[in-house]
């Protein structure tokens, strides 16, 4: 009898129609729990090191987490998982919503795809009936409209759909994978179900999923839907009122949006308007969110309501859900002052399947490069002179793949390059060829720059967490320490310290906090990430907000009381750390080195080269790498990861213990 | 006619308004009526159903009510925000045979809510605690209501069973468990 989890992954082969229900080796939930860790497990022992994403051979894994469906909240997200047609390296989304949790209920907590269907097709899941069903009536139909014709087809409105848009039937580099307001949309998974033929996956399940220790399970419950209740009517003071709540950011219950508007960068990520929050302004666009938004909404089993569904009757659902960032992204990168704006081509991007955080900077990009002479009437034939406008032909194009639109679609970096003429100039805020956060600051953050610098994830706010973005007020950082339970054992005394200081005369960036505290922040606030991305625990729970409902001591007993896995504190970091290297190890495999591991060029006016190769050496020594960012063997070896170790030394990545020292 | 009596009614009142569509009642009523409770969680199996439609912003928690001993013909119309809704899926008759909405998944039979009826009485039923922006709430008032006889799971299981196999075939088995049962 499994716990929590199925323990069965469906495997389908797209190109011959084979499906079959297979199980898994119960170990693997020991060393890698679910999720991502399973995850990358598989895509290291089963596909070729040099697969292009787009190869038939190469797999498409959706997972649910390993908590997904049981009492644990938030446990909804699907993790999705493959190589990246943009990076090139190991592309790992996630979405929250239904999806996962309904996979689970119909008895999988994985789909394995392989393969490219013939023709256009869907996926339906109904328990143990799995069907590839022809989607050719589906064919360039929106995300949501998709969903919508699916669940009608279907009339059952339990039946949970994700889906591609045209950006993904057309192999957008951006492309994303949507479940209403959840969007799997980083790296471009979507543009590789496309290239599988596969336009959606419907499921609906009724079987159980049984808990191992029902009655702790119930308690645990209720002991954090109470802190949760109090941590959504107490937002933590001295922190701004965007971060200072549980959940993803609530953009859409705040309107207050001060801090994203005067902090973060305007156009391609180019400069602050620090006087751009008015009462006038204030005033406008809270008319607009009210008027636009319907409702607010939840993913499964969580209370927080970080979506909405906003009204939009350009859409033939005519509405969407939007959380988060999506409120302000395009209109930013548009250098627009309407909120309405940002509402009406967010919902149209979502409907065509788009990331709803690069697909802005593309634009603008490409706006940037017409300004400088280097795209032209040429490139652009027709193109508008008002930003807004220029933004929707830009939609258009891009989805389309059509003419300067097919370049564009491969994402900045790569289109920087296609174009040439001095465009590579332009590509000044990617890394590992991957559009990042809009942020363009004065001094170098130290904790930030190693996040930048060696995340997997390719978004910083699947990186970051737990620690406050900036130092506290002084007046509240002892109430802040007092009341800190969430601390790793053994650094309560360094953080809280850290806490205290942090921002006192000395105790300032670039050099606060020293190397080896910056690398132990760092460590905390993956580890947590890598714990969620397995779990299936939402970051708006866990890993993202300070002070949040799930932290490493009560994990382990959550685990415990809902799979039976007895896992102390120690095994949990130490498992997430096997993830954690793991994923590092086939982007390793795939050729990624010290060279590729730089935030973007302009993230900070003030940097400092040698200090900066000071704290990556500091790090990848912490973590037990070499000078090149390689986990070293016996790293390898302590995390039981000797097939990685021997893979590396028979392709000469890594020599032979012996000769290594 | 049944006598009319002063009774307690105690009841679950659904804001629809107020539902974010989370369905974590439905979580935890399937983990609550679990036979060893809260050993599993399958939302196929809870007493309560929220109709969960975001692309027509609709969220309607509806309760498994009373039984349906035949199909409706008269499908019911909502106007709910200036629309139309043609459908019985608001509908909170359980065993209905149009329709598998509060069936058992397996056994087929009919799933009612009980307001998690147990001794000593919870507080509030399970999707009432959960529900912490009160799309649920649970009210008690005094109320004259005419006495009729309360169809419990029991009754409703049986009546099932007697409908699907006939009144023989339901006691010829009973009999058999029974001696089955006594037999040393």
């Keep these: 009898m499994r716990y929590g989890e199925t323990g069965y992954d469906l495997e389908i082969d797209l190109s011959t129609g084979n499906i079959e229900k297979v199980e898994r080796d119960p170990k693997l939930t020991e060393l890698y729990l679910g999720g991502l860790g399973l995850n990358a497990y598989t895509m290291w022992s089963r596909v070729p090191a040099d697969a292009d994403p787009f190869d038939p051979d190469n797999l498409l894994i959706f ?28 592309g790992f989304s996630m979405m929250g919503g239904f999806w996962a949790p ?76 949507e479940h209403g307001r959840n969007s799997a949309s980083r790296l471009g998974l979507g543009a590789v179900m496309g290239s599988k033929n596969l336009k959606a996956i419907a499921v609906r399940g009724t079987k159980d999923v049984p808990q191992a220790k029902p009655e702790r399970m119930k308690e645990l419950y209720f002991e954090l839907l109470k802190y949760i209740q109090y941590r959504l009517q107490n937002p933590l003071p001295g922190i701004p009122g965007i971060l200072a709540y549980i959940g993803s950011p609530q953009e859409m ?95 149209k991007a979502q409907e065509y399947g788009l990331d709803g955080f690069t697909t802005p900077q593309v634009m603008a990009f490409a706006v940037e490069l017409y300004e400088n002479g280097i795209l032209t009437d040429k490139d652009l034939p027709g193109f508008p002179k008002n930003n807004e406008e220029r933004f929707y032909y830009l939609l258009e194009k891009i989805v389309r793949r059509e003419g300067i639109g097919d370049i564009l679609a491969d994402g900045v970096y790569w289109a920087a390059r296609r174009i040439g003429k001095g465009a590579e100039k332009f590509d000044h805020n990617t890394t590992k060829k991957h559009e990042q956060m809009v942020i363009k600051l004065g001094m170098l953050n130290p904790i930030y720059f190693l996040m930048y610098a060696t995340g997997e994830k390719g978004n910083i706010t ?35 310290r850290f806490i205290l200081e942090w921002g006192d005369e000395g105790k300032v960036f670039p050099f606060y906090p020293p190397p080896d505290l910056c690398c132990e922040l760092v460590e905390w606030q993956e580890i947590m990430h890598y714990i969620d991305d397995c779990t299936g625990v939402c970051a708006g729970l866990s890993s993202f907000p300070i002070k949040p409902p799930y932290h490493i001591h009560n994990y382990p007993e959550i685990i415990s009381a809902a799979t039976g896995l007895e896992i102390d504190e120690d ?74 170790a021997e893979d590396f030394i028979k392709r000469g990545i890594l020599k032979p213990e012996e000769e290594e020292e | ?30 983990g609550y009526h679990s036979t060893d409770k809260f050993s599993i969680i399958n939302p196929g199996r809870s007493r309560i159903f929220v109709h969960w ?132």
């Design chain 1, 63 to 90: 997972a649910a987490g390993l908590l997904d469906g049981t009492m644990a909240h938030g446990a909804n997200r699907t993790i999705v998982t493959s190589y990246s047609p943009q990076t090139k390296l190991l």
């Design chain 1, 253 to 347: 219950k705040l309107f207050d949006e001060r801090w994203h508007t005067t902090s973060f960068a305007w156009g391609h990520a180019r400069y602050r308007r620090k006087d751009f929050w008015t009462e006038e302004i204030e005033k406008k666009w809270a008319e607009t969110q009210r008027r636009r938004i319907e409702r607010y909404v939840s993913c499964y089993n969580c209370p927080v309501e970080c979506g909405a569904i906003i009204r939009h009757d350009g859409l033939t659902t005519h509405r969407y859900l939007m959380k988060c960032f999506s409120k302000l992204t395009y209109l930013m990168a548009a250098e627009s002052d309407s909120l309405e704006f940002n509402f009406d081509i967010a919902g």
């Design chain 1, 102 to 177: 309904e996979l689970k209920y119909a008895g999988y907590d994985r789909i394995i795809l392989k393969g490219k269907a013939p023709e256009l097709v869907y996926l339906w899941i109904n328990n143990d009936k799995v069907e590839i069903r022809d989607a050719k009536h589906l064919k360039g139909k929106g995300t949501y409209e998709t969903s919508y014709l699916i669940r009608q087809e279907m009339k059952d409105s339990k039946v949970q759909v994700m889906a591609i848009g045209l950006a993904g039937e057309n192999r957008v580099f951006f492309a994303s994978l």
């Design chain 1, 462 to 496: 699947q990186i970051e967490g737990q620690i406050p973005q900036a130092p506290l007020p002084k007046e509240v950082r002892e109430e802040f320490v007092k009341d800190w339970p969430h601390v790793p054992k053994g650094k309560e005394e360094r953080f809280k």
């Design chain 2, 53 to 184: 439609d975001p692309y027509r912003n609709l969220f309607v928690p509806v309760l498994g009510g009373p039984q349906a001993p035949a199909e409706c013909l008269a499908r019911n119309k909502y106007i709910i925000d200036g629309k139309e809704y043609d459908e019985c899926l608001f509908c909170g008759a359980v065993d209905c045979p149009s329709r598998e909405l509060f069936q058992d998944p397996d056994s087929k039979l009919p799933l009612k809510c009980d307001s998690c009826e147990s001794e000593p009485p919870l507080e509030e039923p399970m999707c009432v605690q959960v529900c912490i922006n009160d799309a649920l709430t649970y009210e008690e008032r005094e109320e004259e209501v005419e006495e009729e006889r309360e169809w419990d799971e029991l009754d409703m299981g049986l009546e099932h069973l007697i409908k699907t196999f006939g009144p023989d075939k339901v006691l010829e088995t009973f009999e058999r468990l029974v001696k089955k049962e006594q037999t040393p």
């Design chain 1, 571 to 644: 095994e949990l970091w130490t498992t997430a750390t096997r993830v954690r290297t793991l994923v590092r190890a086939i982007n390793v495999r795939r050729g990624m080195r010290r060279k590729d591991e730089k935030p973007p060029e302009d993230h900070w006016k003030k940097r400092f080269p040698e200090y900066e190769e000071k704290l990556l050496d500091t790090y990848y020594k912490y973590r037990g790498w070499n000078k090149e960012g390689i986990p070293t063997i016996k790293t390898l070896k302590n995390l039981n990861l000797d097939y990685v």
């Design chain 2, 1 to 30: 006619m049944a006598e009319k009596k002063k009774k307690i009614v105690k009841q679950i009142i659904i804001n629809a308004d107020e539902c974010n569509g989370c369905r974590a009642c439905e979580a935890i009523c399937s």
